[in-house]
């Protein structure tokens, strides 16, 4: 993700544009989700919330109003971050609005490790299991234990009538119903 993407990211999760006031900044970011940095020594991977963006937080719970990206090499306190500010000065004395401007550090990376795009869709096909998905071919069995068929395969022009059957054995590619999502 690019600098570009993390504030994206940033101004999606807190429902806030640019240039909107943020006097309530403190609220607002105590509820976005986003975590507290981490601390020196830890480099981000992608198994971290928020792809690694991470705010201040002070040890008292106080929202600092600043917002850290990953980077793939320390800074001089060997935090593993690029600073960005997500507030300034607003048209009033004393008022915030939102902004995203560079305070500058190690050049913002993706973070890597974690778990792949493959795995994550291997962990999803798995946890379906036996779930019905779109494309599948199902038949239906009745409360009886017959087997609901449709008669000659089923109609082969619009408005014909589908006469159904019930039969033992197996549901045979003609007979069988295809799963598709309507419009």
Known sequence: MSS???????FQTINKQPGQPADDYEKVLGESGIPAGYGPNIKPDASMPFNAMTQQIGSDGRIAGRIFLPTATPDENNYYTHPFSPLRDGPTLGSLVWEWRDLGGPPVVTPEGGVSREEVK????????NVVKLKDK?????????LAGIKGGGPTVNDAPINWIGKTGDAHSWESLTIERGE
């Open 138 to 146: 199902i038949a239906l069995r009745t409360n009886s234990g017959l």
């Open 122 to 129: 291997a962990m999803i096909d798995a946890a379906l299991g």
């Open 4 to 10: 570009d993407d993390y504030a994206r990211l940033f």
